[in-house]
């Protein structure tokens, strides 16, 4: 049900949950929420900053098939128009998993911690663009760096609208991160990552995000991006407030290879994706993996799961999914013994079946 395993079957009717743990179970498995991804930068070879319907829909069928039932196109910085463009060609459904709004992770972003950000293409906190980017599709989320000159009218714009701010791509200080936490920053895009390292002194954004009960925070845990340990750490500090992304690039689910991200081309090997001065470029991971791996270091599968889908929920502002309740959408994913997944629904409708 919610956060907790009860033994038996999930009744739907009509697209939505009506009854969970029925007396007799008639089926095998474990039923969980669809999983929800907040940070999608591609999948399957596709780069969502510049892709079409057709390129949606192949993102949207590839991600259903990891047990993700609804996701974020993540857009990196870029030139306005880029932007403008990529936020347009972003459909509101239609393709398979559902499209929750955008993720702008970018361009207000620090120069100090780019990624594999174009630094060329960064801007200073602007609420006129701020505005033109809003009115032209549906926006979830907003990246910003809450340390610059500007960065809190943005996040005045971005909170009565009703958007997510999320902190990140930031060299804030703990002092700057608390500050921009009162002012109604509510999150951290893809924890000590892309952000000032803490010390014994300055804990910096991460750790502030961590003391703090009224912050979630998301990570991904590929085990690449975050050392095992600093997983564990920031799950006891934070579990129940942890919410697992990909930060998939184009490169996700397609092996290694040569791949373009928001126009730079990126490298998949062994797993892991870099950009052309080999640092981190996104990731090839899926939320299932995710999932393994936070379980495979200690963490209760039901906690696990829940930072796949109610967590994340929650950071998006839809408490309508990411709970197997009556009356949520009858979005699911049903997983054997060996966390393989076998089934999924969306809206009630089996949309993959069998092993994948």
């Given amino acids: 049900m919610d956060r907790t395993f009860v033994p038996g079957d999930v009744a739907i009717d009509g697209g939505a949950i009506v009854e969970v743990g029925l007396a007799s179970s008639n089926g095998s498995g474990i039923a969980a929420p669809g999983f929800i991804d907040l940070q999608v930068n591609g999948f399957a070879g596709v780069d969502l900053m510049a892709t079409d319907h057709e390129g949606y829909v192949r993102v949207g069928e590839a991600l259903l098939a990891t047990g993700t039932t609804a996701f974020q196109p993540t857009f990196v910085t870029a030139p306005e128009s880029v932007l403008l463009d990529a936020l347009r060609a972003m459909p509101v459904g239609g393709i398979g998993a559902r499209v929750l709004g955008a993720h702008l992770e970018g361009p207000f972003l620090s120069p100090r911690r780019t990624g594999v950000h174009d630094p060329s293409h960064l801007s200073a906190p602007d609420v006129a663009l701020l505005r033109r980017l809003l009115d032209v599709a549906p926006v979830s989320q907003m990246t910003v760096a809450p340390e610059l000159p500007g960065a809190f009218e943005l996040v005045d714009e971005l909170v009565a609208r009703g958007i997510t701010v999320s902190a990140g791509h930031t060299d804030a200080t703990a002092a ?3 500050l921009g936490f009162d002012r109604g920053i509510t999150t951290v895009t893809h924890l000590f990552n892309a952000m000032r390292p803490s010390t014994s002194r300055d804990p910096s954004v991460g750790f502030a995000a961590l003391a703090r009960h009224d912050v979630l925070v998301q990570m991904i845990v590929d085990l690449h991006h975050v050392a095992p340990d600093t997983v564990r750490v920031a799950w006891n500090a934070a579990g129940g407030r942890l919410a697992l992304v990909t930060d998939a690039a184009p490169a996700a689910g397609m092996g290694d290879g040569e791949f ?13 994706v870099r950009g052309p001065e080999g640092q981190l470029a996104g990731s090839a991971l899926t939320m299932i993996e995710a999932v393994r791996n936070l379980h495979s270091l200690g963490v209760s599968l039901e906690a696990a799961l829940a930072a796949a889908s109610a967590v994340p929920a929650r950071i998006a502002g839809r408490p309508d999914l990411g709970r197997l309740v009556p009356g949520a959408p009858a979005d699911v994913v049903v997983l054997d013994d060996r966390l393989e997944i076998r089934q999924v629904l969306v809206d009630g409708r089996e949309r993959v079946g069998g092993r994948s």
Avoid: K, P, S, Y
């Fill in 176 to 178: 700057e991160a608390h």
């Fill in 260 to 272: 373009v991200l928001g126009g730079r081309r990126i490298e998949a090997e062994d797993g892991v």
